[in-house]
């Protein structure tokens, strides 16, 4: 999408460790104007998926989720992330290792909102090694549900988180597509 | 605003230790044309304000303070929660409490995204005791910035937050305003 790929070759900031920084319109500041075409175009690529709800992670995937929502009439379910594994009944949960923080976190959602009947369409901020897509597609599974795509609004190709999705038969989708990166030079697909 | 208060009634729960549970539409899973609507009540009642951004909290603050972004054609900060003090420069910091979960967090900012020029409209899920508006307010008041006004989306009016807010001479304003709740029952002022 290119309103996405001008605005990292804009204001995103390649840094030490294979990190991208876009916190100044997607992550800390939201463009809010921005994330709403994202959202749109989404909508667009998965119209006829048959979703019945959106599935994220907090925090950085909300608002990406959020738009997205609006632009298919879909509710948005909002994984929690807990450093303990001292959880109650009533969730579903899975482990994800952050690659940005290096931490390990559980992903949690409760069984209320996610059942059998519940085609899912999952939307992330980043899909890198496919860690946290991974945890996502787990609540997923647990559930019974079925995934029906998996969105990221960036994804760093060469960290292989794609094919691990693949794999499972879930069509990728992401806005910006970096093949690669170093300090003051990003290459889209 | 009455389409939230009708909401609450039908599916919010109160349960012990005076929280509300509203995470089927508010915080968890996201009712997003519900929340859409939320933000388009806030930028009726803050459509002179002169704001220039939008300051919440993640992650539950996230989705209604968009919303407001979105119809008010203003960008989000999200203040980002640490557990540790252990910070880098660049920052502003403010530590809260969270009545909910009984734990002391910091609140920070970038300093690159919240200056002197800016007029800040905070925007939160709930507004009880306090805390976190005034964790908010000092990251406003580090930066030098106006606060013109503070939104909750629930406001549970015997906590007494909103005159910590008021006697700084902001104006506090909540799309649903509890007076009184017990369990089967809540009273909205």
Avoid: W
């Avoid at 059998?116 to 787990?138: E, Q, R, T």
């Avoid at 990221?152 to 038969?169: D, F, N, P, T, Y």
Wanted: hydrophobic share 45%; charged share 25%; glycine share 8%.
């Amino acid at each position: 999408m290119k309103l996405l790929e001008d605005k990292i070759l804009k204001d995103g900031k390649v840094l030490a460790g294979d990190i991208l920084k876009v916190d100044g319109f997607l992550n800390h500041r939201l463009d809010t104007a921005l994330i709403t075409e994202l959202g749109k175009d989404v909508a667009k690529q998965f119209a006829k998926c048959g979703a019945s709800l959106i599935l994220t992670v907090e925090s950085s995937g909300i608002s990406i989720a959020f738009a997205a929502g609006q632009a298919m009439g879909l509710p948005v379910l909002v994984a929690k992330k807990h450093k303990s594994q001292n959880i109650s009944d009533g969730v579903y949960t899975a482990s994800v290792f952050s690659f940005t923080h290096k931490t390990e976190n559980t992903v949690l959602v409760s069984k209320e909102y996610l059942s059998a009947a519940d085609k899912v369409l999952i939307v992330d901020d980043f899909l890198a090694s496919g860690n946290a897509a991974m945890g996502l597609l787990s609540l997923v599974e647990q559930a019974g549900a079925e995934a029906v795509g998996f969105v990221a609004a960036i994804e760093k190709m060469h960290q292989g988180g794609r094919a691990l999705i693949e794999e499972k038969g879930i069509k990728v989708y992401s806005l910006a597509c970096i093949k690669e990166m170093r300090a003051g030079e990003i290459i889209f697909n």
